[in-house]
């Protein structure tokens, strides 16, 4: 089984960016499906965007266009660049590693922290 460490996270202002970084070790990387969720305080997970085995991505509607994710399977490392960013933006960003088609089986990370806020 894969395991993931989140890091990249932190404090920033509105419109600005940061780039979180997935580093995965245990297993063989480019088999999995990965994804970034994130979690506000007293809400529920949320996927935020996904890229398969294969390279193909999904984002939900709120971060179309501002984040992109990406994999690097030479350096077993999954990232989200995250552009002008927005206080709504504010959770604990996680990410996941799965096998097969369902999003949110497999690992997980331990999160990071990010805060927007002017």
């Known amino acids: 089984q894969v395991q993931l460490v989140e890091s990249g996270g932190g404090s920033v202002q509105p419109g600005e960016s940061l780039r979180l970084s997935c580093a995965a070790s245990g297993s063989i990387f480019s088999r999995y499906n990965m994804g970034w969720y994130r979690q506000a305080p007293e809400k529920q997970r949320e996927l935020v965007a996904l890229?398969?085995?294969?390279?193909?991505?999904n984002y939900r509607d709120s971060v179309k266009g501002r984040f992109t994710i990406s994999r690097d399977n030479a350096k077993n490392t999954m990232y989200l660049q995250m552009n002008t960013l927005k206080p709504e933006d504010t959770a604990v960003y996680y990410c996941n590693a799965y096998l097969g088609i369902v999003p949110g089986l497999g690992s997980w990370g331990q999160g990071t922290q990010v805060t927007v806020s002017s």
């Open positions: 890229i398969s085995s294969g390279g193909n991505t």
